[in-house]
């Protein structure tokens, strides 16, 4: 039974581990996605705005 209890222990471990992994990672794409927009943005201001 106690290694049972040890068992599920880990596994919750586990669990939140991966669950804030998750976490952190969609908040990453979400920032990804926001410079690269913020980058294409003003690329396109830029070419906009001069004669290249």
């Not at 040890?6 to 990804?32: D, H, P, R």
């Amino acid at each position: 039974m106690q290694h049972f209890a040890e068992k599920t222990s880990f596994y919750q471990w586990l669990n939140s581990y991966v669950e804030s992994a998750v976490i952190s990672m969609v908040l990453a794409a979400i920032g990804l996605q926001l410079i690269f927009s913020a980058v294409f943005v003003s690329v396109m201001l830029l070419e906009v705005d001069t004669d290249w």
